[in-house]
């Protein structure tokens, strides 16, 4: 039977197709059974935290839902199981293994209180590695048995569309499986760069991809690119005692403020971390005693250099899961330039009931939360009878550094190009956490700064924080700014004694006045 649709217009005055539900059931367009149905209500392409995501809210507004994920191997063979990047090579082990570190500074500083520890302090990379890698095995089985709570259909294949409404995949015993859906929602996020004009980066280097799952302490450490994830990754290798070198081509942390960029950075090299800044590799070979010499070149000068390591871990950027999908079988758009797929403010692509959410998806934040929160509004605007689209302004976030940075709305460079530099107010301080002061570690690059319009009432258009638990300050004052406040409330608000996010409420000094932002006193 042919599918019968309306045309709806939602919110947006954006025009969708509708199938038409009949006492049998939905019916669509979908090749696959016997009277013309689709197997599944929606089915997901890609097991990480949006796609997941989406297929639970789906599952539990009743729903018949699928997921297809397949992990392909790394380059050095790394793989892992079901939850996508942020559990299994991202976020989760990340934020483990920079917690490691800030335990080493940690017992480093225990003597100042009274505690009496053995020295030196020793660091056991693989009892780490086993115990980070165990929580993440288990939370791939707590994916699985989730899916199988809420009767969400699993399959551990790699899919490739067939046409619009259809994707093939092949298991690993070579048994080919077909499925179709109503609506197919792909978020396969994306995986590391490998900079394949460099002789040697493939067969000698490896990623993010690879190294929370070395069984074997990566040594002496070159990272390449001046990421977050390369920031975090150098920031947790430098503190748990490795020799590490950050090779930057040009500016740390795009696309952040760059003020707390460079505080970080020069944090990072006042505790260890070596910086080779405006150089880029150009050859890595492997020397008869298995160490890794790397030839790079000083963009500024030409002089070209070399030195000795053990590891190099390429940090230079994420590539969009999309090749090898098959879109064009579907007639998904791309953008032609990073493959990213393009979508409308309904997650949409140019194939009305074919989505994108996540890292895949052209014009979105590559963080989990907002890959998390924009799949499960999907789905219930698809099964919920909801109109309500993911905001994607004011999204909060922190870089776990060793002194972290945390994050919400428009950097300073930002809010200058927005509304110009007289009508911006930017109030700030440096501080010293309570807890440096006994051991009295330096506190030179704890600051804070917010960003306002200086007209009254003063509304907050950024917040940037950088010191301990960056994370947990930042997503408490982020409700706040998304709620539109102004720096008045902020004044208004009563701090709490004795911590460090308490410093954002007694914000009274303002760049342009020029006075000394240093905070004394307790």
Known sequence: MATMATLARGPGARFRWWPWASAGGVRGAA?????????????????????????????????KVAVVDYVEPSPRGTQWGLGGTCVNVGCIPKKLMHHAALLGHVI???HHYGWETAQPIRHDWKKMAEAVQNHVKSLNWGHRVQLQERKVKYFNI?????????????????????????HIVIATGGRPKYPNHIEGALEYGITSDDIFWLKESPGKTLVVGASYVALECAGFLTGIGLDTTVM???IPLRGFDQQMSSLVTEHMESHGTRFLRGCIPSRIQRLPDGQLQVTWEDCASGKKDTDTFNTVLWAIGRIPQTRGLNLEKAGVNTNPENQKILVDSWEATSVPHIYAIGDVAEGRPELTPTAIMAGKLLAQRLFGQSSELMDYDNVPTTVFTPLEYGCVGLSEEEAVARYGQERIEVYHAYYKPLEFTVADRDASQCYIKMVCLREPPQLVLGLHFLGPNAGEVTQGFALGIKCRASYAQVMRTVGIHPTCSEEIVKLRISKRSGLDPTVTGC
């Open 31 to 63: 090749r696959g059974s016997a009277a013309g149905q689709p197997e599944y209500n929606l089915l997901v392409i890609g097991g990480g935290s949006g796609g997941l995501a989406c297929a639970k809210e789906a599952a539990q507004l009743g729903r």
């Open 108 to 110: 480093k500083d225990a």
């Open 158 to 182: 790699k899919a490739t569309f067939v046409d619009k409404h259809t994707v093939r995949g092949v298991t690993k015993d070579g048994k080919e499986t077909v499925l179709s859906a109503e």
């Open 248 to 250: 930057v081509r040009s």
